[in-house]
């Protein structure tokens, strides 16, 4: 009548969201699911391995630094960091193993990587699928502007690892300050 098209038509159904051929739901839960098995076998082999995890390859990996920022964080917090570690990158597959070396309680470890499978897989699967498909819809529009949209994002990401490096560097320069040599 007055020339509108009803707000249903432009809603995508939200069962209808597929990737590979299987609903993006299937998809979030077998994530999920891998997701709390990965914690459980940190867990363990950070358990097994006790104190021989700062001496193993993936100790020094790690590094020793790391290993001690992250026990902290785990003594202060105890089973709060293991969910809190999972929105934060690179604790996420660091604070396992040493929540394993200091033995945590599992019952209280269980149930706070349940509850980080729970919250941040969903919200992650449907953030990165939103963008991947808002992108594409863009480019389907503009490939130019998407074309400019990946070129910012990629000079970010640059940008983001070289301050990283640099300031790492920096770190390790401070820490070891250079020997003056004395010449006669």
């Known amino acids: 009548m007055f020339g509108?098209?009803?707000?249903?038509?432009?809603?995508?159904?939200?069962?209808?969201?597929?990737?590979?051929?299987?609903?993006?739901w299937l998809w979030v839960i077998i994530g999920g699911v891998a997701l709390f098995g990965a914690f459980q076998a940190y867990y363990w082999i950070g358990h097994a391995l006790g104190s021989r995890l700062y001496v193993s390859r993936l100790g020094a990996k790690i590094g020793q630094e790391?290993?001690?920022r992250v026990e902290n964080v785990v003594r202060k917090w105890g089973a709060l960091a293991v969910y809190g570690c999972f929105w934060v990158p690179g604790l996420r597959h660091t604070l396992p193993w040493v929540a394993g070396v200091l033995r945590i309680s599992y019952p209280w470890y269980v149930v706070a990587s349940a509850l980080g499978c729970l919250t941040w897989v969903p919200v992650t699967s449907f953030g990165l699928y939103s963008v991947i498909w808002g992108w594409?819809?863009?480019?389907?529009?503009?490939p130019l502007l998407a074309g400019l949209a990946a070129l910012v994002a990629v000079a970010l990401v640059a940008g983001?690892?070289?301050?990283?490096?640099?300031?790492?560097?920096?770190?390790?320069?401070?820490?070891?300050?250079?020997?003056?040599?004395?010449?006669?």
């Open 4 to 24: 509108m098209r009803p707000v249903v038509a432009v809603i995508p159904d939200p069962t209808s969201a597929s990737f590979l051929g299987m609903p993006l």
């Open 66 to 68: 790391n290993i001690t």
């Open 136 to 142: 594409l819809g863009l480019a389907a529009h503009s």
């Open 160 to 184: 983001f690892v070289r301050w990283r490096r640099r300031r790492a560097f920096r770190r390790e320069k401070e820490k070891d300050p250079p020997q003056m040599s004395t010449f006669q």
